[in-house]
């Protein structure tokens, strides 16, 4: 899973999501809630411990196991908070 940075979207990933995709990956982006397409997310989302939160249903949601997670900025910043909090 590729996160982006503060005020970017899911497509500043699309070379290395092609490039991954190509090798085998199942690669997920997306807009982290109220950036890029995302809708219906107020301000209260914006701190980086909700975004781990949304970040955690949305993969529960879609049943997803276990993963690798990078991030670019605060995507970064939100990788490290997400494996800290969920190691597996």
Known sequence: MLLHG???QK???????CALANQGY???VPDLPGY???TGYSVSV????SQV???????TSIKVGSLHIAGSS?????AA???AQYPN
């Open 26 to 28: 199942q690669v997920i």
């Open 11 to 17: 497509e500043q990933w699309i070379e290395l999501a």
């Open 36 to 38: 890029g397409a995302s």
């Open 81 to 83: 908070m997400y494996a």
């Open 53 to 59: 939160t949304k970040l955690n249903q949305f993969l």
């Open 74 to 78: 605060m995507g970064g910043a939100i």
């Open 46 to 49: 914006y701190p980086l411990e």
């Open 6 to 8: 503060l005020f970017a």
